[in-house]
């Protein structure tokens, strides 16, 4: 049995979206997994999930059955061999962020530095692991969706660019208009 991947980013990057069009492959958000294996709560309507209870649950051989996705801003702390990060340019996301009703500004901000600064990133690198990043900036989510679908049938390596967003000036620029 092939492992299931994580698809992970920052929330903006376009998980949700890209696993829409994961046609033909069997895709599970980290929340509906946390719920199905009685490890989700409700409180002020937002879900929250008991990620070390799911860790080791996901530690049984056969606890994801025949997952091929596990998608969710939470997925990279799953044990899964195989992670694909979403990045997405902070400005741009951002401006995602901005669209999104309820989205609270604070929020928004705590996000793009987030993703500015690599976090997502940082937390899925780990020994053993096969860690791919795609820009999702000026990409369509169904290339992006392709490219996820073929790394999940082969484990191929997925061209990619290492991201540097600290290496914009105008990401500096957000970054240090925000600051504390």
Known sequence: MVR???LTGTPGTGKTSVARHLVHLEVVEVRELART?????T??????VDLNAMIEV???SRALG????VVGHLAHFLPLRDVVVLRCHPLELERRLRKRTGRAARGRVDNVVAEATDVVLAEAVGPG???VQLDTTRRSTTSIAEGVRRFVRSRASLPGVPVDWLADAAVTDYLLDRAP
Request: glycine residues 12%.
């Open 129 to 131: 692991r096969r860690v």
């Open 4 to 6: 299931p991947i994580a």
């Open 58 to 60: 996901a530690r049984g």
């Open 43 to 48: 409180v002020r309507g937002e879900v929250e």
């Open 66 to 69: 025949d997952v091929d996705v």
């Open 37 to 41: 294996w009685g490890l989700a709560r």
